[in-house]
């Protein structure tokens, strides 16, 4: 079982960045993919991105390829979603997500956050 809260959301200008991070429990956390999402009012939930276990192979939508990049570190059972150059089309909440096996699909993950939201004003 692995417990997952994100913090870091807000609001923010275009153009403008923010550091979402996800914690984790339990003892296992290095051997999970670790996925963002996103779901806007109205819309599906989205792939962001995700990392393996290991954190170097990493995977991007590719409309936040350039402009977000996330990393993991296992000691602290966190990872985190850097986000740059903020449009206001990346208003959503964001949910951070484990799973042992690698997915870009929502479907693909068991364990879920609460989510933070991430206003972005033109």
């Not at 990872?79 to 959503?92: F, G, H, I």
């Amino acid at each position: 079982q692995v417990q997952l809260v994100e913090s870091g959301g807000g609001l923010v200008q275009a153009g403008g960045s923010l550091r979402l991070s996800c914690a984790a429990s339990g003892r296992t956390f290095s051997t999970y993919t670790m996925g963002w999402f996103r779901q806007a009012p109205g819309k599906e939930r989205d792939f962001v991105a995700a990392i393996r276990w290991s954190g170097y192979n990493t995977y991007y939508a590719d409309s936040v390829k350039g402009r977000f990049t996330i990393s993991r570190d296992n000691a602290q059972n966190t990872v985190y979603l850097q986000m740059n150059s903020l449009k206001p089309e990346d208003t959503a909440v964001y949910y951070c997500a484990a799973d042992r096996r690698f997915s870009t699909t929502a479907g693909g993950y068991d364990y879920w956050g609460q989510g933070t939201q991430v206003t972005v004003s033109s």
